[in-house]
T-cell receptor
Framework: GENVEQHPSTLSVQEGDSAVIKCTYSDSASNYFPWYKQELGKGPQLIIDIRSNVGEKKDQRIAVTLNKTAKHFSLHITETQPEDSAVYFCAAEGTYKYIFGTGTRLKVLA | DVKVTQSSRYLVKRTGEKVFLECVQDMDHENMFWYRQDPGLGLRLIYFSYDVKMKEKGDIPEGYSVSREKKERFSLILESASTNQTSMYLC??????????FGPGTRLTVT
C-alpha cells in the first residue's frame, strides 16, 4: 500500500546550523509533496511544497529537493533559529488524500 | 484568512460514552478530513469526505463514524469511546488536491 517513511524522528542542531529531514515514498503516481510544520498546541501548517515536474524549490531559509526516480524528497533548513523548533511532517499525494510521514521533532539549541 | 475551527480544544470523556467532535471550515472546500495524531505514529487518516453526504474510510476507521450534512461541517463520532481512542484529533479541509488546512486539534482523553 501507500507509505511514506520519514527520518530522523528527532533532530537537535545548534542555532545557525543546517537541518535536513528525509522522506521516501512508495506510490510512483504521487506528484505533489508538501511539508508541514506543527508548533506546540497548534495544527500543522504548510511551509513549502513541490510538484514532480520540479527538482528543487526554495523559500528563504527553507528548501525542498525531489528525486522522483529514487522516490525520495528532503527538507533543508539553513541558518536555523529557535523558532524553527517544531515537529515537521512530510507527505505525498494519494487519491483524494495525503500520506503523511511519522514526523521529525526538530530542536534548535541556542 | 482561511479558517478551520474545532469545537473543543480539550475533552475528557468516560469509557462507553458517545463522543462528537465537530469541525467547521469557512473556505467552501469540497474535501474534509479527520486524522488522529499519536507520538511516533504521525498523522493517521480516519475518514475523509469529498462532498456533502459522501464519506470514505481512511486507514484507521474502526470505532469511528462521520457525518457531513453541510459542506462546511464535518463531524467525527465515537459511538462508544474506549481508552485506546485517547489521542489528538485533527480536522483538515482542502480544495481539490491542493494544500490541506488544519484546525488546532482536539485533545481527547477517555478515562
Amino acid at each position: 500500500g501507500e507509505n511514506v517513511e520519514q527520518h530522523p524522528s528527532t533532530l537537535s542542531v545548534q542555532e545557525g546550523d543546517s537541518a535536513v529531514i528525509k522522506c521516501t515514498y512508495s506510490d510512483s503516481a504521487s506528484n505533489y509533496f508538501p511539508w508541514y510544520k506543527q508548533e506546540l498546541g497548534k495544527g500543522p501548517q504548510l511551509i513549502i511544497d513541490i510538484r514532480s515536474n520540479v527538482g528543487e524549490k526554495k523559500d528563504q531559509r527553507i528548501a525542498v529537493t525531489l528525486n522522483k526516480t529514487a522516490k525520495h524528497f528532503s527538507l533543508h533548513i539553513t541558518e536555523t533559529q529557535p523558532e524553527d523548533s517544531a515537529v515537521y511532517f512530510c507527505a505525498a499525494e494519494g487519491t483524494y488524500k495525503y500520506i503523511f510521514g511519522t514526523g521529525t521533532r526538530l530542536k534548535v539549541l541556542a | 484568512d482561511v479558517k478551520v475551527t474545532q469545537s473543543s480544544r480539550y475533552l475528557v470523556k468516560r469509557t462507553g460514552e458517545k463522543v462528537f467532535l465537530e469541525c467547521v471550515q469557512d473556505m467552501d472546500h469540497e474535501n474534509m478530513f479527520w486524522y488522529r495524531q499519536d507520538p511516533g505514529l504521525g498523522l493517521r487518516l480516519i475518514y475523509f469526505s469529498y462532498d456533502v453526504k459522501m464519506k470514505e474510510k481512511g486507514d484507521i476507521p474502526e470505532g469511528y463514524s462521520v457525518s457531513r450534512e453541510k459542506k462546511e461541517r464535518f463531524s467525527l463520532i465515537l459511538e462508544s469511546a474506549s481508552t485506546n481512542q485517547t489521542s489528538m484529533y485533527l480536522c483538515a479541509s482542502s480544495s481539490g488536491t491542493l494544500e490541506q488546512y488544519f484546525g488546532p486539534g482536539t485533545r481527547l482523553t477517555v478515562t
